[in-house]
């Protein structure tokens, strides 16, 4: 499985590919606005920091502009993939581009009949979102797990990345169902490294260390006088 950063802060991405299980980042125009930079300044710093997919999104709602976008997004960083939204109109664009050979990632996916579709039309990624349907009262998870069973059912090339996690757990139930991909905010990704036990078995095992050390000083210096 791959770990997406989901996220258009540089400072979180360097962080996360120093650690070496960054596999691509994900944007949107929301994560882009935080930043306050030129769009394509901050995709092509993310490109020269990540070298695996970016997705970077579309404001256009039809898909001529889409496609307009696209042609432009392409030559910010070799490594770019399209971001459309799940709409009839985003489904027209993915195809037009796949014919073109660019990539694209369909968002915005809560059932999986919408993934289906979206795989039929021929995304690269298509990305169920978990966390914005538990916030409604619906279980998430079961969406990405359904889409992962179809898609693989009909041998579709589409890989499932599942998106709006809300924290470890949604990234444990997203391995357990077999997705392809988690994207995840950088706070979420930080938390998958620790425990409690870890830290404190860390802090033992120095303790015990140390000790060691201040005996074999001491009978060194018994052993000199």
């Known amino acids: 499985m791959k770990f997406f950063l989901d996220t258009a802060n540089l400072e979180q991405i360097r962080k ?11 944007t949107n125009p929301t994560l882009v606005a935080k930043e306050g930079r030129e769009h394509r300044d901050l995709i092509e710093e993310i490109g020269r920091i990540v070298s695996g997919p970016i997705s970077v999104e579309t404001t256009s709602l039809d898909a001529d502009g889409m496609v307009a976008e696209a042609g432009q997004f392409v030559d910010w960083a070799p490594n770019v993939v399209v971001k459309v939204p799940m709409t009839p109109e985003g489904l027209r664009a993915v195809a037009t581009l796949k014919a073109r050979g660019v990539r694209t ?51 579709y090339e589409t890989q499932v990345l599942a998106a709006s ?11 357990r169902v077999g997705v392809d991909i988690v994207t995840m905010p950088f706070a979420t990704m930080e938390m ?7 830290d404190q078995g860390i802090e033992r095992f120095l303790a015990d260390w140390r000790r060691l050390q201040d005996a074999l000083k001491a009978k060194r210096t018994t052993n000199r006088s």
Do not use: C
């Open 16 to 26: 996360a590919a120093s650690w070496d299980v960054l596999d691509g980042v994900t």
């Open 105 to 155: 990632n369909v968002t915005l996916v809560f059932t999986p009949m919408q993934a289906l579709l979206a795989a039929k039309a021929g995304a690269y990624f298509v990305s169920p979102f978990a966390g914005r349907l538990d916030d409604i009262g619906h279980v998430g998870m079961d969406v990405v797990r359904e889409a992962v069973e179809i898609l693989r059912s009909y041998d």
């Open 165 to 175: 996690l809300r924290g470890p757990l949604h990234v444990l139930e997203a391995a």
């Open 192 to 198: 998958m490294f620790k425990h409690p036990l870890t």
